[in-house]
């Protein structure tokens, strides 16, 4: 079964500077797709970015990007000039090409100003 | 376009009462998961449709909670008897193909 791992259960970053948050997964899948998706505390869970595992290219929205590491398993998601309203927990997922959606435990982000 | 919506927004009821939630995925989305999610953790699948039938139902406490989607469009998950266990936010999403999911905003039960 696929499990995805997210290791800072909080993490804190002043206002416009740069915070990287952290994920790894396992699966025996060689295609599939991995998101970020952020949760404010009105709980509606908004999709922050995706990456499809056939594309070498790290993806890229706007001030959010990741480095995709598929032969580690890893997928951060670095967030460039903060901003307040980036607060929010935020979760990687994992999904086959089977529509299965797992996600990690998430990772609590506070932008401090 | 509209997005996926859930309702009751909060629902609060005692224990062993029964609860009923309905979820409207967006239009042409043949995918409909339903999530829940205990305070400060992830969502964990219950159940996940694809059209009308039930694909992935292996973490949902069948001696409990049932779903149903019917026609392949709304959703509705039910408890009865509801436990102090069962509270949490439920969540519902759909997807088409290709596409990420796409969340409601989640019904909150407190069961007390």
């Known amino acids: 079964a696929q499990t995805v791992t997210q290791s800072q259960p909080e993490m804190s970053v002043q206002e416009a500077e740069t915070v990287t948050l952290s994920c790894t997964y396992d699966?025996?899948?060689?295609?599939?797709?991995l998101f970020w998706y952020k949760q404010p505390p009105s709980r509606q869970m908004i999709l922050v970015i995706r990456?499809?595992?056939?594309?070498?290219q790290n993806a890229t929205e706007n001030r959010f990007s990741v480095n995709f590491q598929k032969a580690a398993k890893s997928f951060s998601l670095k967030i460039s000039d903060s901003q307040l309203g980036d607060t929010a927990m935020y979760f990687c997922?994992?999904?086959?090409?089977?529509?299965?959606?797992?996600f990690g435990a998430g990772t609590i982000l506070r932008v401090k100003s | 376009e509209a997005g996926v919506v859930q309702s009751p927004r909060y629902k609060i009821i005692e224990k062993k009462q029964p609860v009923a939630f309905w979820c409207n995925p967006i239009?042409?989305?043949?995918?409909l998961y339903w999530y829940r999610q205990n305070l400060g953790q992830g969502p964990e699948l219950l159940i996940r449709?694809?059209?009308?039938?039930?694909?992935?139902d292996s973490q949902l406490p069948k001696d409990r909670f049932s779903a149903e989607r019917l026609k392949g469009v709304d959703s509705t998950l039910k408890i009865q008897p509801a436990e102090l266990g069962d509270s949490a936010v439920y969540l519902c999403?759909?997807?088409?193909?290709?596409?990420?999911?796409?969340f409601g905003q989640g019904t909150r039960l407190t069961v007390v």
């Open positions: 999403a759909s997807k088409a193909r290709n596409t990420e999911a796409f």
């Open positions: 699966t025996s899948e060689n295609n599939y797709y």
């Open positions: 990456q499809e595992a056939y594309k070498q």
């Open positions: 997922a994992f999904m086959e090409y089977g529509n299965k959606l797992v």
């Open positions: 239009s042409g989305h043949n995918t």
């Open positions: 449709y694809e059209n009308e039938e039930a694909v992935d």
